[in-house]
């Protein structure tokens, strides 16, 4: 496989410039090399020195579910049709005060693809390092690929993360960063402390946030329970046209707003701040919650 593509045969859109396990250096300008070697992070802060490494791993496709566990680093998962195999592409960046500091950061890092001790249909994905200190801190990116019949589950404590095209259900857990979750049909669960959540899935979908907004389009598939609850963010919901189902939703601080024009809607409590009733003749029951934030639920125009 050529280093500087993905599994797909696109080109790899790198951030910055990442030094193989073979050798091969990409070529960018976001930092400064100095005479000697040491290279500066532009605009960084205490820890102003990076070492860079990037890591490809692969298993053999046939597993059922890929766990994946990372600190500090965005995430993307990315279902292949094609893909016969799996495969995780790791850039890891150790930083430090000094460059010997970012070296050793990055030395720190180890990064595993394995399947699980105790289930080897579970494809395990893991980066684990020591703690920030006041010398070094760590970083892993991850990009993974894999057949679509797979299902899903990411831990991340701080980074963005994006899942796309999986068919399997998929949980996503995070402390700080975006969620974007696309073409879940058979279910979805998030949890997410800091940071927005995007979505669109059908089945089952739990999306649970302290701060951010949560959006959710629901597309055509199986039907199941629809719950969403923020402490503090909006939420936007988009039903299908054909949706039948029981509907709540209600916000401490801030206005309900309804607009499923064409859809069977029978409501039993309408107010600014909670609205409760039926669409056509009952099914899966869609619950919204928000302590401060406004909800809006309308009706999806395409699917």
């Given amino acids: 496989m050529d280093p500087h593509t ?20 990409g070529l960018a300008a976001s930092i400064a090399c100095l005479p000697l070697g040491g290279c500066i992070l532009v605009g960084g802060g205490e820890h102003k020195f990076e070492a860079r490494d990037r890591m490809t791993l692969t298993e053999p496709a046939g597993a059922r579910k890929i766990i994946l566990h990372n600190q500090v680093g965005n995430v993307h998962l990315t279902a292949e049709p094609s893909a016969t195999e799996i495969t995780a592409t790791a850039f890891l960046i150790g930083r430090g005060r000094h460059q010997s500091d970012a070296d050793q950061a990055l030395a720190e890092i180890n990064v595993t693809l394995d399947p699980s001790r105790t289930d ?65 049909t058979q279910g979805l669960t998030v949890v997410n402390d800091v940071g927005r959540v995007d979505a669109r899935a059908a089945g089952p979908v739990s999306i649970k946030t302290n701060v951010g907004d949560a959006d959710l389009y629901l597309i055509e598939g199986p039907l199941g329970e629809v719950s969403i609850t923020t402490k503090v963010g909006e939420i936007a919901l988009a039903l299908p046209q054909h949706w039948t ?12 707003n309804l607009s499923l024009a064409g859809m069977p809607l029978k409501l039993t409590k309408d107010r600014d701040h909670r609205a409760e009733g039926t669409i056509g003749e009952g099914g899966p029951s869609v619950v919204l919650s928000a302590d401060v934030g406004d909800i809006e639920i309308r009706r999806a125009t395409t699917n």
């Fill in 6 to 25: 993905d599994p797909s045969g696109s080109p790899l859109r790198l951030p910055a410039p990442w030094t193989t396990r073979s050798g091969i250096t």
């Fill in 120 to 184: 080897p249909t579970i494809i395990e994905a893991r980066a684990d390092a020591p703690n920030r200190s006041r010398r070094r801190s760590h970083s892993v990116e991850w990009r993974i690929t894999a057949p679509p019949n797979i299902e899903i589950e990411v831990h991340n404590d701080v980074g963005d993360i994006e899942v796309a095209g999986f068919v399997g259900r998929t949980t996503i857990e995070s402390n700080v960063g975006d969620i974007t979750a696309i073409g879940m």
């Fill in 245 to 256: 189902g029981a509907l709540r939703a209600d916000t401490h601080t801030g206005d309900v």
